[in-house]
T-cell receptor, first 115, second 116 residues
Framework: DSGVTQTPKHLITATGQRVTLRCSPRSGDLSVYWYQQSLDQGLQFLIQYYNGEERAKGNILERFSAQQFPDLHSELNLSSLELGDSALYFC??????????????FGPGTRLTVL | AQKITQTQPGMFVQEKEAVTLDCTYDTSDPSYGLFWYKQPSSGEMIFLIYQGSYDQQNATEGRYSLNFQKARKSANLVISASQLGDSAMYFCAMREGKTSYDKVIFGPGTSLSVIP
């Protein structure tokens, strides 16, 4: 158990809908990262927050957005869902914003299925 | 350009034998970190081992060790005394040190199957 929690574990929805994925980082971690893992794209970095502020953006679509709240939990919002958004979405957390031995610990993931 | 290459999409190893999973990387940054993660069929990503670019010694964590060859830009994971529970996908990842943000790039992964 990494200490990172993600809810829900599974999510099934229809095209065009909007969903929210939730992540609670490990105690003491200030950075939260979101990743998307799909069969064709592999593991792709989406976005990073550090202590409530957006720190870095990766391959995140405009239909997707995220935020980190004062209690450091984070939410990833996916809207106007398409079939291709079906994937495993991971949240990871680390202590610092960048560099060094700062390891990202991953949550169990949310498996999103868009029908 | 592919920054992390894992040339072995699938590997088989006999139980109790050692296995090496290959990883090569590409960076011009002298400061970087290399990670290995394990993803069993249940889906979670499990951190295994870390090697910093300035570390003088190869990293070891229990049955996992990292064969770090800086000049060749390779960071191969060695698993000793393989166990059935080692069957999983293994991902090599890199963080470059001097970027303004902290982005970890993952390789495509190697699927390891341990045979009894």
């Amino acid at each position: 158990d990494s200490g990172v929690t993600q809810t829900p574990k599974h999510l099934i929805t229809a095209t065009g809908q909007r969903v929210t994925l939730r992540c609670s980082p490990r105690s003491g971690d200030l950075s939260v990262y979101w990743y998307q893992q799909s069969l064709d794209q592999g593991l792709q970095f989406l976005i990073q927050y550090y202590n409530g502020e957006e720190r870095a953006k990766g391959n995140i679509l405009e239909r997707f957005s995220a935020q980190q709240f004062p209690d450091l939990h984070s939410e990833l919002n996916l809207s106007s869902l398409e079939l291709g958004d079906s994937a495993l979405y991971f949240c990871a957390s680390s202590v610092r914003a960048s560099g060094g031995r700062d390891t990202q610990y991953f949550g169990p993931g949310t498996r999103l299925t868009v029908l | 350009a592919q920054k992390i290459t894992q040339t072995q999409p699938g590997m088989f190893v006999q139980e109790k034998e050692a296995v090496t999973l290959d990883c090569t990387y590409d960076t011009s940054d002298p400061s970087y970190g290399l990670f290995w993660y394990k993803q069993p069929s249940s889906g979670e990503m499990i951190f295994l081992i870390y090697q910093g670019s300035y570390d003088q010694q190869n990293a070891t964590e229990g049955r996992y060790s990292l064969n770090f060859q800086k000049a060749r830009k390779s960071a191969n994971l060695v698993i000793s005394a393989s166990q059935l529970g080692d069957s999983a996908m293994y991902f090599c990842a890199m963080r470059e040190g001097k970027t303004s943000y902290d982005k970890v790039i993952f390789g495509p992964g190697t699927s390891l199957s341990v045979i009894p």
